[in-house]
């Protein structure tokens, strides 16, 4: 996959693909971006004359859940992005070479292109401490990213495992797992989370660097704006029936049947910033409400260990019923003493009459 | 762990405990103290009726007073019934409830809450004018009873705000709305807000004790 770093607008004409072909697919991206119309031509333009960069993706404590998705991108579809907007020279699960050619893919990759190439990673990966809990080819993780990132342009951490630990950093944690973020502090760090993101998502981050030279404008947790702008719940077509108060009890009742708000079975859409709502997965076809599930808040820090996913968002976090009891039951004990004390007193006070 | 994650485990959980236990401590010392004797022969043994009767009765002021004190009347009502509306009628309220006790029942649409909610911090806040503005409350007003308003009023305002999506992103409010709700459990049982459990227990016990005594209610 090692390739030269030829124009995106080189690559497409080899390729065969037709102008009209190619403004259509920049409109697609310049829509999922919510960039006014007026920038597609300039969009084409740029595009056109970018060149093609060397990609490095990494992955490391991770499931290939990210890379599924991605396999299932419609705009750009995942040969338009490998075959036209990018050089992938390294990627575990695409690549056709393995062990020693695939590990030397990497570093010619590395040295050719140093300074200008992407890192992509998905996955959290253990620190310096507990480095050998994984390892690629004989190097961990930890090192490879730190050698990597290096010559990196920029890093884009793919999924919620790169972007906050995901998974691998739920309790109890047992790799003692970080993110790219905790490791890398020298070098602009792009999130893209989601449990995996979704597929237009990660290929409009990667447009978006290709048409603007640059990364998008982020918000406090390195996401893009563009994409984790807003919450599922502002987005979501059900959001009426919230307002309305209507609400689906359970997963077949006549409410989920009506196509209800899915709050009281546990939906955080109200505090997941993502574009679901709006972009939808397979195609553009549907979203995980949409298909009469609660959002899991996927993309956003820690969400595997808030609790439940069907508990609802209102309710706490709170520990066994036991406490509270404990709470009262201690209560009552003090409250008889402090009784008995006042009417020992009074005794005292009035001789016992 | 962020602040909503802080927010809706041990601030809340904590909270709570604090409340219950505070409420039982003080609703057992209270219950459990020597009366003082009574010698005289009582005019009516079953003091049910009595203690009914003025619980009721207190519920609006004797006639000669209503002129006077028609305006905290009015703000009164309309912030408790406004109180009660909001926290037991808004779904994301009942599903803490139920999550606590397992109990349930119908919500009413948001549009009605907020509305609601937004008359009822309009009372509050009349309600505190009225106290600063005139001389004899602010004289007998004291910590207890700004505190006491600034913790039943937080709450309403930050789960307005929330609702609105005003001021900050929705988790912080959500977070800052729960936190204020932890303050007024903390708060509850040792200030003036013990009333919302003990109204009805001081009430019954003077409207038992003019029952013996065969007085007017």
Redesign the interface.
Known sequence: MTGSLRTVGDALARRGVSRRAFMKFCGALASSMALPPGVVPAMAEALAKAQRPSVIWLSFQECTGCTESITRADSPTLEDLIFNLVSLDYHHTLQAVSGFAAEEAREHAMKAHHGKYLLLVDGSLPPKETEYYSTIAGISNYQMLEEAAKGAAAIIAVGSCAAFGGLPVASPNPTRAVSVRDVIKDKPVINVPGCPPIPVVMTGVLAHYLTFGKLPDLDHLGRPKVFYGE?I??RCYRRPF????K?AKTFDDEGARQGWCL??LGCKG??TYNACATVKWNFHTSFPIESGHGCLGCSE??FWD??SFY?????????KAT??AG??????A???A???M??SR??KVTGG? | ??L??FA??PA??WS???M???????????????KK?DFSEPRYKDTFHGRMLMIMRRMWPKEEFVRNSLLDLVLGYVFHIGLFVVVFFF???I??I???TGLSWP??????IFFVGAITVAALFALLMQRIMTPVKRLLSNFDDYFSWFVTTAPLITGLLAAA?VGAR??TL?AIH?LTVALLFVWLPFGKLFHTVMVFVSRGATGGAFERKGAAI
């Open positions: 919450t719940h502002d919230y307002e309305q108060g609400f709050y009281e109200p505090i820090p820690g808030r609790g508990k609802p968002l209102s309710t706490g976090e709170l520990s406490t509270i709470a009262a039951a201690v209560g009552v003090v409250g008889a402090a009784a008995m006042s009417r009074q005794e009459k | 762990m962020d909503l994650d809706r485990g809340l959980q709570l405990v604090i219950v236990f505070g409420l039982a401590w003080r609703l057992t010392g209270i219950l459990l103290l020597k004797p779904l994301p309220h599903l803490f139920k999550d606590l919500n009413l649409p948001n549009g009605v999506h929705y988790e959500l729960l």
